[in-house]
C-alpha cells in the first residue's frame, strides 16, 4: 500500500538524474571545446543542414500512430469474431500495429527530411 508512494519519488529523481546528467556533461564538453579554441559554430546543430519543421514530424508520428492504434482494434475484433480469445486478440494486435505505424512514421519522416 506504501509502494505508491515510492515509486512517484524514484520515477521523478531518475527523470532529473537523467537531465542533470545530460545537461551537465553537455556544459563541460563545451567549456573543455572552448579552452581549446574551438569555433561556436559547431554547438548550433542545425545550421548546415535543413531538417523538417518539428510540428510535421511530430503530427506525421502521432496520425499514424492513432491509425495503426485503430486498425488494431478493428483487427483484434476481426480475430475475436473468428474465435481467437479476446485477452490476447486486442493486446496483441493493438500493439502490433501501434509499432508498425510508428516504424512507418520513422521511415516517412527520414524521407520528409531528404526532401526539404
Do not use: H, Q
Amino acid at each position: 500500500m506504501g509502494s505508491e508512494l515510492i515509486i512517484i519519488p524514484i520515477i521523478f529523481g531518475a527523470i532529473f538524474g537523467i537531465a542533470y546528467l545530460y545537461f551537465s556533461t553537455r556544459n563541460k564538453e563545451r567549456l573543455a571545446l572552448i579552452e581549446k579554441g574551438a569555433e561556436a559554430s559547431i554547438f548550433v546543430k542545425g545550421a548546415n543542414k535543413r531538417t523538417a519543421p518539428i510540428w510535421k514530424v511530430l503530427l506525421l508520428n502521432l496520425a499514424l500512430l492513432l491509425m495503426g492504434i485503430g486498425l488494431g482494434i478493428f483487427l483484434g475484433s476481426l480475430m475475436e469474431a473468428a474465435g481467437f480469445d479476446d485477452d490476447v486478440a486486442y493486446p496483441a494486435t493493438i500493439f502490433f500495429m501501434a509499432g508498425v505505424g510508428l516504424f512507418t512514421g520513422f521511415t516517412m519522416t527520414k524521407r520528409l527530411e531528404k526532401e526539404d
